[in-house]
């Protein structure tokens, strides 16, 4: 399915471009104290801001006019001076394994991707943090593209908010409110951020996102659904965990500094040695709260039974499981995937050494949706257009 206007939108709560620029400012991803600032209410009536929060976050209103709890004079200067924003899904693919993915558009006209993978048990939303990328890992195809710029807060947040607008799941409301059809089960149960960008070079924004949706008034998914996955931005780890406490997914790869340099260049600024020290003091981790190593499987270049005993090495002493990712490929991808009974060997070492590593199953890979593959048409603008 390719489709601008996709019929499965609740009808009530379809978002088009606007004609024209709207002035009006946008209440999404602003935090609890800013929503109430912005809104600039007297001390007697700042219950409304908590008001607002709810119809916003918990059931998915766009429109003013129908957040029926506010009184008709402060629903009119809502609509006078203030939006609740969506970005455009200029494109609504759906793999033949139910793996859908949005192209979503901003009001500057960039754009990332968002991929929704159902499964028997749960439903994965992985969301973006960056337009571009600011690596160059060699195996990804996000990362062959440059970074354009980080998205906001407002623009990480409504990637969920949007999902949940075309699956139906808000769990509140009326289908004008944005529930649509709603399934018994929760079709997103976790988030992952491990879409386009590096989350860690574009933290502030990225935190900002994450305590809205943790927040138990508002989108109320908690910390331990949450998966931030970085390439080790070794500094700005022991703050992702002391702060947000999220699940912590690091992507290896490889398992000497001489590979990983070429492969995943961060490596050349914070290598193996350190990034592993960084696990070891992740606040919060445990046996029962693993970090996820995640290494994806290149044919003949990081897939041998002598580099699978060097990983169970390296991980000794850190909570770890790993995720051994068969090679997703994209137009001109550089490397294969290898042989089953390559990546089967490889991971029976691991598992043998005390640490799970279930092989992924690759989804969505007929519409450029699995891991590695995600990527935008934006392109960084020119100084002489921005001048």
Known sequence: MDAATPD?????????????????VDLVGLTREELAATLDLPPAERFRARQLWHWIYSRGVVDFEQMTTLSKDFRNRLTADFIVGRPVATKDLQSVDGTRKWLLKYPDGQEVETVHIPEEE???????????????????HTGTQTLVRNLTAREIVTQLM?????????????????????????????????????????YDNVAAALKI???HEGLSLSKRKITLSTAGVVPMMRRCGEELGVNLAVSLHAVTD????VIVPLNKKYPIAELLDACRDYPGSSNA????????????VNDSPAEARELVRLLR???????????????????????????????????????????????????LAACG???????????????
């Open 373 to 387: 593959q995600l990527k935008s048409e934006s392109l960084r603008p020119r100084k002489s257009a921005i001048a």
């Open 213 to 215: 949706v943790m927040d």
């Open 317 to 367: 002493g850190i909570p770890a499981k790993v995720n051994l990712i068969p090679f997703n490929a994209w137009p001109s991808a550089p490397y294969e995937c290898p042989s089953k009974s390559a990546i089967d060997a490889f991971a029976d070492i691991v598992n043998a050494a005390g640490y799970s590593s279930p092989v992924r199953t690759p989804r969505g890979r007929d519409i």
């Open 8 to 24: 499965k939108t609740p009808a009530d709560q379809e978002i088009s471009a606007p004609t024209a620029p709207d002035t009006r």
């Open 162 to 202: 949007t999902a949940r607008d075309y699956l139906g799941e808000w769990p509140y409301g009326s289908k004008k409110a944005g529930a649509g059809n709603l399934s018994p089960d929760r079709q997103i149960t976790n988030i992952v951020m491990m879409g386009m960008g590096e989350p860690l070079y574009n």
């Open 258 to 261: 001489e590979l990983r340099d």
């Open 122 to 140: 749960r439903g994965t939303l992985c969301v973006s943090s960056q337009v571009g990328c600011t690596l160059t890992c060699k195996f990804c």
């Open 289 to 300: 709260r693993r970090i996820t190593f995640e290494y994806v499987m290149l044919k003949g």
